[in-house]
């Protein structure tokens, strides 16, 4: 499944490249949304999030059996970055 990242612009972070891997986070202490899910480059600077409106948050969040999902950059693109991950099917 091919996720995109969206909220670059909202943190200062190394851009990761094109096959590194990223760290996604449930983030239930999230006041605003409890469904978020939050992203990580390998030197745990915060890349962005899953859209918490977007059918890919609520795939993922629904599908994730832990507290976080490793993916891998796929395409980085001006406004988000997509990234590969491999979810279980239920």
């Known amino acids: 499944m091919i996720i995109p990242i969206h909220g670059l612009k909202y943190h200062n972070f ?3 490249k094109i096959g590194d891997e990223v760290l996604m986070i449930k983030e239930k202490e999230n006041l605003f949304d409890p469904m978020a ?26 599908r994730m ?7 891998f950059v796929w395409s980085i693109g ?3 970055i997509l990234v ?6 239920l």
């Not at 059996?65 to 993916?71: A, Q, T």
């Not at 590969?84 to 099917?89: A, F, G, V």
């Open 37 to 62: 899910i939050a992203a990580y480059n390998k030197l745990s600077q915060k890349i962005g999030y899953i859209g918490a409106r977007s059918n890919f948050n609520k795939k993922v969040y629904a």
């Open 84 to 89: 590969e991950i491999d979810m279980p099917r």
């Open 65 to 71: 059996l832990e507290v976080f999902v490793i993916g």
């Open 14 to 16: 190394n851009t990761p």
């Open 78 to 80: 001006k406004n988000q």
